[in-house]
């Protein structure tokens, strides 16, 4: 498997470097206005897609509790506009939380999240938001994002009698101008009495990939599942997570937690999570290569380097482009402070040498990192920053440019 993953990867990643020497990071700019008191942001979307480009623009999402309700908010740069737009208020209802977005072309998005436990989408069209619609037919959340083209899904976690199923659907225009779900289909008809939690999406040629947290073990695994296109039925769901240890019959194996999906090249997936299987040192970042767009997945690789090893990693991110780049960020604190990390292939493909980028990084804590990676294999980085852990938060955006 892993001789086959290297061939198929060869193509895309030959000429890579390290972290470090992919891209050289600009200014950072401020998203959603300065910190205020009592006002806290949060990036906590299933998979943490909350940033996405299409055409000329980006776009970020994420939920803070500016109006003193949590609730969903957006803003966008168009390409040679020196600051984002003012934000705009995505959600209704009491409570809105984890908020997620996914490019679609022409300058438009699709956006979905949690409100009043149900589940939400919008489309988000030359600034402006279509009518909201609600996708779940029972109670939900969780909900994930992936696209293709002009194709858009969405996956969700819904309980219906007790019964936990993840439902994914493509969305399609609705009726009022925004969007519906349609075909929806269960990953696993019968469901499960055990919860599900975090699913995330990946889309490609190859067909749809979802993976998520998983109790029917009776304790956290990591399962993925792979459909060949909106219309066709998941395979069976298999284990994304390695069996670390088996010292004794009441050992689980390591804790697992909050994956994400990436497509990139034709047909090439990366998942990434936080894993516990270093022991007492806490989570570490693991991520597995998936081909034929995740219908078989390489084995578990260890993303941070050694210096990071003593130190516990968290909220990691992935991106990935058709042009066959990918990239993995989470935040640590192996200086002191919380600090932004990257790490992707280097040319002997294996996980580059770790690399902060200097925006996000120093002083006061930077963390829960968003990433996106446009065409021209750009990268885009959104992050949450507080002075002090007990200090309100605000959020930042840099872009990465590619070196030559």
Partial sequence: MRAALVLLLLGALVGEAAASALWQFEGRLGVGGEAADGVYHHLDGAGRKHLAISAQTVAAVWEDNRSGDPQVYVALKRHGQVDFSPPL??????????????????????????Q?????????????????????????????????????????????????????????????????????????????????????????????????EDRRAGHTRLLVSHSADAASAFDPPRHLNEFFSNRNEYDKGSGVTRVSLASFGADEIVAA????????????????????????FGPNEKVHGEPGDTEPHYNPATAGNPAG???????????????????????????????????????????????ALDPAGGLHLLWI???????????????GAPRP
């Avoid at 969700?156 to 929806?184: H, I, K, M």
């Avoid at 990918?326 to 992707?344: M, N």
Wanted: overall charge negative; aromatic content about 10%; charged content about 20%.
């Fill in 89 to 114: 208020q995505v959600s209704g209802g009491s409570e809105a939380y984890e908020p997620v977005i996914a490019a679609l072309g022409g300058n438009r998005f699709a956006l979905a999240w949690e």
């Fill in 116 to 212: 009043d436990g149900a589940v939400h989408a919008r489309l988000l069209q030359d600034g402006s938001l279509s009518p909201s619609s609600r996708l779940s037919a029972a109670a939900a959340s969780h909900v994930s994002l992936a696209s293709l083209g002009e194709r858009a899904y969405a996956a969700w976690r819904e309980r219906r009698d007790g019964t936990w199923f993840l439902q994914v659907a493509e969305l399609r225009p609705s009726d009022s101008g925004g969007l519906a779900a349609d075909g929806v289909k269960s990953v696993e008809a019968e469901g499960t009495r055990t919860p599900v939690q975090f699913p995330s999406l990946a889309v490609n040629e190859a067909g749809l990939c979802i993976a998520w």
């Fill in 273 to 296: 999570w936080m894993d516990k299987r270093r022991g007492g040192s806490g989570y570490g970042i693991f991520a597995a290569l998936g081909a034929e767009g995740g219908a078989m």
């Fill in 325 to 371: 780049h990918f990239v993995v960020a989470w935040d640590d604190f192996r200086h002191g402070d919380s600090d932004v990390w990257l790490s992707a292939y280097n040319d002997d493909l294996e996980w580059s040498e770790d690399f902060s980028p200097e925006v996000a990084s120093g002083a006061g804590e930077q963390t829960h990192p968003a990433v």
């Fill in 385 to 399: 920053e507080r002075a002090r852990p007990d200090a309100p938060s605000r959020l930042w955006y840099s872009y």
